[in-house]
């Protein structure tokens, strides 16, 4: 099965820090490549998304930079708060009629206050 | 609230045994997917319902099914249960091509 590749699988930033979580996919085939948050107990919420004919996309403190040479792509959280203490899964989606997602591993987010 | 609703939000059940999970869409979205989360595998695609139809298959067992009736919902069911089965499965719906939701999540916990 074609995988997503997420790194780190853990990550501790400080309040008001900068978190990076990276991903890299193997299926040339993606065209959507959506970021999830996913709170304890609770479904995987879509937080931000892009597709590959941009290279990066910013939505208030969330940034995805898009690498398509390389099949890799990343999200940045500025300014990260306790609030966003959360796991976050990078995906990727095909362009075949079924659409579904191939999820990274996911990455354990902590923000210390 | 996502507007997808799963039920039962817990299940504690035997080895063994049989049990059915069930997955209302948000109102209008045609396809339907199923996913199971457990901690040493992550997200993994079971299978995905398109208006009734089977759409795509993933790492789903022979041991479990799923339907999607006239009305959309879908069920997922889970027979001869084994301890490995005990995790969190997840119903999406899709609208469009990209306007993925999820739902909250049925727990199952296999004793």
């Known amino acids: 099965q074609q995988q997503v590749k997420q790194s780190p699988q853990s990550l501790i930033v400080q309040k008001g820090g900068i978190s990076i979580i990276n991903c890299a996919y193997e299926n040339t085939a993606f065209d959507y490549f959506p970021w999830y948050q996913q709170f304890p107990g609770k479904g995987p919420a879509l937080l931000i998304a892009i597709r590959p004919d941009v290279s990066e996309k910013k939505e208030g403190r969330f940034t995805i930079s898009f690498n398509k040479s390389a099949k890799q792509f990343s999200l940045h959280i500025m300014d990260s708060q306790p609030g966003d203490s959360a796991t976050y899964f990078c995906a990727g989606s095909d362009s075949g009629s079924a659409r579904q997602l191939t999820f990274g591993s996911g990455t354990q987010l902590t923000v210390l206050p | 609230d996502s507007g997808v609703t799963q039920t039962p939000k817990h299940l504690i059940t035997a080895t063994g045994q049989r049990v059915t999970l069930r997955c209302s869409p948000r109102?209008?979205?045609?396809?339907v997917y199923w996913y199971q989360q457990s901690l040493d595998q992550g997200l993994q695609f079971l299978i995905q319902y398109y208006n009734g139809e089977e759409r795509a298959k993933g790492n789903i067992l022979e041991r479990f099914s799923a339907q999607q009736f006239p009305d959309l919902h879908s069920e997922l069911n889970l027979s001869s249960l084994e301890l490995g089965d005990s995790a969190l499965y997840f119903c999406a719906s899709r609208r469009g091509d990209y306007g993925y939701t999820f739902g909250s999540g049925t727990r199952l916990t296999v004793v």
């Open positions: 109102s209008g979205d045609l396809s």
